[in-house]
């Protein structure tokens, strides 16, 4: 595998249901993010970890929860969601958040529906 | 607050040139970024600027004037699979990318 992978491609969930998407990088990369991505609408910073450590988490309801166990690796877990959250997730990763040219890879995101 | 304005769709003929145009406002600098993204495909890196002028790569070049707060992306020699949505983004003053909606941009034979 290379690049950023994420899992799964597709996923369709009830509101109460609980769910976990992937995202694993093979960049050896240091910081690791995850995007919300609707129709027509700018690209949504979610959370950043940088060195493993979060250094944005823009507002984001607490039904969304990421983990970074290592720097290869990232989660966004999910729980009792809304529909208005069904959208393309998107993972990325890069060297380090806070250098000169640093720019993002991105995974092919996972086309998530809220039903 | 903060916003980045690029045009919601474009059309352009292959063989031509466009100039996909970009402007922000933004608490801060430090580098703005252009994608291209296919249909159902992840965003791909095309270019960066940092400072003011012109950066050419191949069939794409990007400028910058940060006075202005303003950006373009030109493509030359237009291709049919340059049909995409290209991304504009800024790098504030905490590192964080902005990103415009995107421009579609549609190539005609």
């Known amino acids: 595998e290379t690049g950023v992978t994420q899992t799964p491609r597709h996923l369709v969930m009830g509101m109460t249901n609980k769910k976990s998407l992937k995202c694993e990088q093979h960049?050896?990369?240091?910081?690791m993010y995850w995007y919300k991505q609707s129709a027509k609408k700018p690209l949504e910073l979610m959370f950043v970890y940088n060195f493993k450590e979060q250094t944005e988490n823009n507002s984001v309801p607490s039904r969304f929860s990421p983990e970074c166990p290592n720097s290869s690796h990232l989660f966004l877990h999910l729980h009792t969601l809304q529909p208005e959250d069904s959208a393309l997730y998107l993972c990325a990763s890069s060297q380090d958040q806070a250098s000169g040219l640093d720019e993002q890879y991105f995974g092919p995101g996972t086309r998530l529906t809220v039903t | 607050g903060q916003n980045i304005d690029q045009p919601t769709e474009m059309t352009a003929t292959e063989g031509a040139i466009v100039q996909i145009n970009c402007t922000y406002q933004t608490s801060g600098f430090n580098g703005l970024f252009w994608y291209q993204q296919h249909a159902g495909e992840a965003p791909t890196f095309l270019s960066y600027n940092v400072l003011d002028g012109l950066e050419e790569k191949g069939r794409f070049s990007s400028f910058l004037s940060r006075s202005k707060g303003y950006s373009y992306l030109l493509l030359k020699e237009l291709q049919m699979k340059d049909s995409a949505s290209y991304l504009c983004a800024v790098r504030d003053s905490n590192y964080q990318l902005i990103w415009g909606a995107g421009t579609k941009l549609i190539i005609k034979p």
């Open positions: 960049l050896g990369h240091n910081a």
